[in-house]
């Protein structure tokens, strides 16, 4: 059984910073991507962050510049550095790793930043 345990998430002012991490279990085949994404009350959910096997990585326009995602996957852990935070960044923000075709999810950390 495959679970996505995300930790890191909190309450933050504009402008601050806060640290993502998610820890995979229960993988048996390599993983080929890692990432996060998030989901806004009333909003679709949306991609933050992805991180493949072969250290490509790639992120969502409102957040190029701001964040940074790293790994390596390789150790089934990912971090997600949030700088220059936005109250427009408040979310859940969902873990998410994909292995032999499968998605899974974690369950979510809230991230609230305030003005």
């Known amino acids: 059984q495959v679970q996505l345990v995300e930790s890191g998430g909190g309450l933050v002012q504009a402008g601050g910073s806060l640290r993502l991490s998610c820890s995979a279990s229960g993988i048996i085949f390599s993983l080929n991507y890692m990432g996060w994404y998030r989901q806004a009350p009333g909003k679709q959910r949306e991609l933050v962050a992805r991180l493949t096997n072969v250290g490509r990585s790639e992120y969502g326009d409102s957040v190029k510049g701001r964040f940074t995602i790293s790994g390596p996957i390789a150790l089934n852990t990912i971090y997600l550095q949030m700088n220059s935070l936005r109250p427009e960044d408040t979310a859940i923000y969902y873990c998410?790793?994909?292995?032999?075709?499968?998605?899974?999810w974690g369950q979510g950390t809230q991230v609230t930043v305030s003005s």
């Open positions: 998410t790793a994909e292995t032999i075709g499968i998605d899974y």
